[in-house]
């Protein structure tokens, strides 16, 4: 299994300019998550999809949107790149909600600057 | 909100000794706490994690302790390797049960 697969895994973006993260995984999970990690902090959530069609905003949403329309897949859209959005950005799965106990397997990231 | 918090960003120890790292969050209703691992240019990795139901729980070579009076938890690494110099993450379920919230990390450098 390959688990949870990011592309690309850098990018440099020009300001304005938009792109698509992609992330996908294989070990059927049906809750997905989008975080992003700025230097010497935590990550910070941006939006979560709990299943196909269902998406929701976490706490970082703005300048971001996102798709889920099938289990696997879970891309994030950057619509106007701003170098606020320099970042690394993870994805990750689950099998269920981290109510029920169940924690995350993350993507090994990708590392966007914009410019 | 809701908050992780951190009580030492950064740690050095020889190798063989024992580390300890700490955490503390604000919702005394999280339910669910977890320990990840992150080397440098990687995605986190899961290490160990606890339920509120628990004080202590062991793996192998790791020990997380749960303080729920005083909402603190701890990670303890036994007989620290080289390979365990990476960030730590202590991870929080939020209030309503359908993420993590993350803290800072702490560095871990094991020297030998």
């Known amino acids: 299994n390959a688990g949870v697969t990011q592309t690309p895994k850098f990018r440099i973006l020009k300001i304005g300019q938009s792109m698509t993260l992609q992330c996908t995984q294989d070990?059927?999970?049906?809750?997905m998550y989008w975080y992003r990690q700025d230097p010497g902090m935590g990550l910070k959530l941006i939006y979560y999809?709990?299943?196909?069609?269902?998406?929701d905003k976490g706490e970082v949403p703005n300048g971001y949107n996102v798709s889920r329309s099938t289990t696997e897949d879970f891309p994030l859209r950057l619509e106007l790149a701003a170098p606020s959005q320099t970042s690394v950005y993870f994805c990750?799965?689950?099998?269920?909600?981290?109510?029920?106990?169940?924690?995350?397997?993350f993507g090994s990231g990708t590392r966007l600057t914009v410019v | 909100g809701e908050s992780v918090g951190l009580h030492l960003p950064t740690l050095s120890v020889q190798e063989g000794d024992n580390s300890i790292i700490n955490c503390a969050y604000s919702?005394?209703?999280?339910?669910?706490f977890i320990w990840y691992k992150q080397e440098s240019g990687k995605g986190p990795q899961f290490i160990i994690d606890?339920?509120?139901?628990?004080d202590k729980r062991q793996g192998q070579r790791v020990t997380v302790l749960l303080n729920k009076t005083v909402k603190h938890l701890s990670l303890q690494i036994a007989a620290t390797q080289p390979g365990d110099s990476a960030v730590y993450f202590c991870?929080?379920?939020?209030?309503?049960?359908?993420?993590?919230?993350f803290g800072k990390g702490t560095t871990l450098s094991v020297s030998s």
């Open positions: 990750a799965s689950s099998y269920s909600n981290v109510g029920q106990g169940y924690g995350y397997t």
């Open positions: 919702n005394s209703a999280s339910d669910y």
């Open positions: 999809s709990v299943g196909a069609g269902i998406t």
């Open positions: 991870a929080v379920q939020n209030q309503a049960g359908t993420a993590l919230i």
């Open positions: 070990m059927n999970h049906n809750y």
């Open positions: 606890i339920r509120s139901n628990m």
